[in-house]
T-cell receptor, first 111, second 117 residues
Framework: KAGVTQTPRYLIKTRGQQVTLSCSPI?????VSWYQQTPGQGLQFLFE???????NKGNFPGRFSGRQFSNSRSEMNVSTLELGDSALYLC??????????FGSGTRLTVV | AQTVTQSQPEMSVQEAETVTLSCTYD???????LFWYKQPPSRQMILVIR??????QNATENRFSVNFQKAAKSFSLKISDSQLGDTAMYFC??????????????FGAGTRLTVKP
């Protein structure tokens, strides 16, 4: 069974630009969650999608958005990038609340 | 809101010895799940062990075991016979049980464990 796939692995963007990250969950998993990981703030919950609907949302500004497609693949978008958005973005998929399986993450650097 | 606290930012242990990582949490929920995840330098988060709050028996996975004290809201991880490959960040996590299987997992700040040869 393939794991959770996140693309790209690394990304460098300029302040003010926007970025889209992609996540393909484990086949059959309908829930996809996104986290931001930074040395200062640790792992912070961004949002969770289930069957193309956002079920939970963390405390992030509206510049952070996401969506989920009918095949459960998910994307997250960050608009008007700021230096503080530099982080490791982790995606995780889940089946029936049994805990997450994480992807390897996308390392975003904003310059 | 649920919070998870890991009071040990860093720990070290000699190879083959035993180490215990601490975790406490705060919740008003009665039914929930607790997890320990490991994040090695490769940055892949790996599930180490999982505990359902309604189960009194402590979970065990090979060299990894937990001491779950529900009344004290404590969930410590014991690693026996430590190996060099256990060197990683360890995160304690909480997820409340919900009927619609909402998956909102909250993590502690992590403990950096170094296993020394």
């Amino acid at each position: 069974k393939a794991g959770v796939t996140q693309t790209p692995r690394y990304l460098i963007k300029t302040r003010g630009q926007q970025v889209t990250l992609s996540c393909s969950p484990i086949s059959g998993h309908r829930s996809v969650s996104w986290y931001q990981q930074t040395p200062g703030q640790g792992l912070q919950f961004l949002f969770e999608y289930f069957s193309e609907t956002q079920r939970n949302k963390g405390n992030f500004p509206g510049r952070f958005s996401g969506r989920q497609f009918s095949n459960s693949r998910s994307e997250m978008n960050v608009s008007t990038l700021e230096l503080g958005d530099s982080a490791l973005y982790l995606c995780a998929s889940s089946d029936r609340g049994l805990g997450y399986t994480f992807g390897s993450g996308t390392r975003l650097t904003v310059v | 809101a649920q919070t998870v606290t890991q009071s040990q930012p860093e720990m070290s242990v000699q190879e083959a010895e035993t180490v215990t990582l601490s975790c406490t949490y705060d919740t008003s929920e009665s039914n929930y799940y607790l997890f320990w995840y490991k994040q090695p330098p490769s940055r892949q988060m790996i599930l180490v062990i999982r505990q359902e709050a309604y189960k009194q028996q402590n979970a065990t996975e090979n060299r990894f075991s937990v001491n779950f004290q529900k009344a004290a809201k404590s969930f410590s991880l014991k690693i026996s016979d430590s190996q060099l490959g256990d060197t990683a960040m360890y995160f304690c996590a909480f997820m409340k049980h919900s009927r619609n299987n909402n998956n909102d997992m909250r993590f502690g700040a992590g403990t950096r464990l170094t296993v020394k040869p």
